[in-house]
């Protein structure tokens, strides 16, 4: 359950990996730990934009999605043998990519030219590059999305885990509006609330109970792929001058059995950084995150580039 950050110094090329436990911190208390350990003051973090509040309601909606039956997306023969997971060891298939100041201020302005989020913008493109890889390539590609809960709910430390998620459904015909659009659904049924109060209700829990939830895969609503998580744009104005905070900044949120990638991007000081990672029993091999990358940056580039978000 490691949260992977990192960091490409001025000059390098390749990341100085930090980990994290995210029973300890989610990803926005993960990266404001990492620099304030720098040296760095941060006040105030993120805090939920979205308007609605905590619905007793919404886990009684969604109690019937935990208990039936899920549907698994079958993956064709990757590059690198798959292997037990020790859990003791970083994912060895991970790769990375971090757009310049001048690319990411283009990405920005063709969303909201198109008037949606930088995320459905991304999770429209890393959707199509790992399609080729699945053996259904014209099915419904379920993703979790982490949603930061901040502002709404206060557990204490700010660098708590305050996350919780909605799902979000890719058809292989959507549109980055398509996915806009139900991501915002799901936040106004109060989707992310009703996941919320399922992981309050378990924590009581004993850890055997938790690893027995996680191993039926009854532990969450749907089987996903993979979750893509958006910790968004941090020191835009370059306020941060510490030599170990220099550079561009990568995240990327667990992986497990039953949620095999890990993807997820930060923008730091206006440049875009993105990741991606498989679980060991997926593959063990970098170049099926390699390609994974290389489709997913196309995807963006050929997008931005066009100034076409549809």
């Known amino acids: ?16 990996w930090i980990y994290h436990k995210h029973i300890n911190v989610d990803g926005i208390g993960g990266f404001a730990q990492i620099f304030r350990d720098r040296g760095v003051e941060l006040c105030d973090l993120p805090q939920i934009k979205y308007p609605s509040s905590p619905s007793s ?21 990757l590059d690198g043998e798959p292997k037990p997971s020790t859990n003791t060891e970083a994912p060895t298939t991970v790769a990375w990519h971090i757009f310049n100041e001048e690319e990411t201020t283009r990405m920005r302005r063709v969303c909201r030219k198109a008037g949606v989020t930088v995320n459905s913008f991304l999770v429209k493109h890393l959707t199509k590059a790992i399609r080729p890889f699945l053996e259904d390539q014209a099915a ?13 709910v206060d557990l204490g430390r700010d660098t708590a885990n305050h996350t919780s998620y909605v799902t979000v459904k890719v058809k292989s ?14 936040l106004g049924k109060g989707e992310h609330w009703a996941n919320w109060q399922a992981y309050q209700l378990c924590l009581p829990l004993s850890n055997g109970m938790k690893k027995y939830l996680l191993d039926s895969g009854n532990a969450m609503p749907e ?3 993979g979750s893509f998580s958006n910790l968004g744009d941090w020191d835009a104005e370059k306020k941060i001058s510490e030599p170990k905070c220099a550079g561009g900044w990568l995240f990327a949120p667990p992986v ?6 890990g993807s997820g991007c930060v923008t730091y000081q206006n440049q875009l950084g993105i990741m991606i990672q498989a679980h060991p029993e997926l593959t063990t091999g970098p170049a099926a995150a390699e390609k994974w990358m290389h489709n997913w940056v196309k995807e963006i580039e050929m997008d931005a580039g066009s100034s076409n978000c549809y």
């Open 1 to 16: 359950m490691g949260i992977r950050f990192g960091r490409v110094a001025p000059g390098a090329s390749e990341p100085e």
């Open 140 to 152: 419904v590609v379920p993703w979790m999305l982490p949603v930061n809960v901040r502002g709404k």
């Open 173 to 186: 015909y959507e549109t980055a509006m398509d996915i806009h659009r139900n991501i915002y659904a799901a």
């Open 256 to 261: 497990l059995r039953c949620q095999l990638l």
């Open 57 to 77: 309601l919404a886990i009684l909606q969604s109690l019937p999605k935990f208990v039936r039956p899920k549907k698994r997306l079958k993956w064709i023969k």
């Open 223 to 225: 089987w996903y792929i």
